[in-house]
């Protein structure tokens, strides 16, 4: 098992850019949630998508925007790009109904 | 809106000495408590859960309502403990809130 996959792992962008980061969920799971971990900090929830539907929302501007796909796997969306997203963005996956998630190992994204 | 506090950022202890991470949280309701660990180059992971009460790699965590904490403690600190935690009491959804997190360093 492949557990939760990120891409891409690193990238860099230019402030005003957009982005589109990618997950994979755990085989099994349906449920995922995206944080955003700046440099010494915790991770901090974006969002969370179960049945193709954001049904949680961390305290994040509109520029934050996601999607999920009928088998589960998760996009998220950054317009406008500032200098103060730079963070490592984590995916987790898991069941609805359970408790816990799974982490991805994170995309690093650096605006300059 | 719940909030977790872990007060110290670091924590500094030598091998086989007993440890304690310090989690103090606010939550309306009853709470589902976890404890996250991440170690060098390698993803966050799921460490245990109160409900459960569980002892994961000799760690366990005491709820306390009274004092609206959840300590992890383990008895003798090994090297291989050092590692970031995170205490996270759900959100909304019991959607993990995390704190700041501790860095635990066990020096031999």
């Known amino acids: 098992d492949a557990g939760v996959t990120q891409s891409p792992t690193h990238l860099i962008k230019t402030r005003g850019q957009q982005v589109t980061l990618r997950c994979s969920p755990k085989?099994?799971?349906?449920?995922v949630s995206w944080y955003q971990q700046a440099l010494g900090q915790g991770p901090q929830f974006i969002f969370q998508?179960?049945?193709?539907?954001?049904?949680q929302r961390g305290n994040f501007p509109d520029r934050f925007s996601g999607h999920q796909f009928p088998n589960y796997s998760s996009e998220l969306n950054v317009n406008a790009l500032l200098l103060g997203d730079s963070a490592l963005y984590l995916c987790a996956s898991k069941t609805w109904t359970v408790y816990g998630y799974t982490f991805g190992s994170g995309t690093r994204l650096t605006v300059v | 809106a719940q909030r977790v506090t872990q007060p110290e950022k670091l924590l500094s202890v030598f091998k086989g000495a007993p440890v304690e991470l310090k989690c103090n949280y606010s939550?309306?309701?009853?709470?589902?408590l976890f404890w996250y660990v991440q170690y060098s180059r390698q993803r966050l992971q799921l460490l245990l859960r109160h409900i459960s009460r569980e002892s994961i790699k000799g760690f366990t965590a005491d709820l306390n309502k009274g004092e609206t904490s959840f300590h992890l403690k383990k008895p003798f600190a090994q090297e291989e403990d050092s590692a970031m935690y995170y205490c996270a009491p759900p959100g909304g959804s019991y959607i993990p809130t995390f704190g700041r997190g501790t860095s635990l360093i066990v020096h031999p």
């Open positions: 998508y179960y049945e193709e539907e954001e049904r």
């Open positions: 085989s099994g799971h349906d449920t």
């Open positions: 939550y309306s309701g009853s709470p589902e």
